[in-house]
């Protein structure tokens, strides 16, 4: 009758030195792409919240917005591109 269970061998030293080696070459490997995608953040350039916010205040003052009618008047229903589209009817015969 066979043992239920095998005992495993201590393995080689060599075996388990590799292994610690290529552990420890993954982590660099590791560690040297986080360090190359931090350096590429830092390159980025920046916007000072200042000038960003000024370049979104002038462009809501200058770009016309039909949801907000307070600040640009009551608009045309044509040119309403939000506003329910008139058919004809509620069936079309072909």
Same mark, same amino acid.
């Given at each position: 009758?066979?043992?239920a269970y095998a005992i495993?061998?201590?393995g080689d030293a060599t075996q388990i030195k590799n292994k610690k080696q290529t552990?420890?070459?993954l982590k660099l490997r590791r560690?040297?792409?986080l360090n190359m995608r931090l *350096?590429? +953040?830092l390159d980025r350039p920046r916007v000072q919240v200042?000038?960003?916010a000024m370049g979104l205040i002038n462009y809501t003052n200058s770009?016309?917005?039909f949801m907000v009618p307070q600040r640009w008047g009551a608009v045309d229903r *044509?040119? +309403?591109?939000?506003?329910?589209?008139?058919?004809g009817g509620c069936c079309a015969i072909m």
């Open positions: 009758m066979s043992p495993r061998g201590g552990m420890a070459e560690l040297t792409e *350096r590429e +953040d200042s000038e960003a770009t016309r917005d *044509r040119d +309403d591109p939000y506003a329910p589209q008139q058919s």
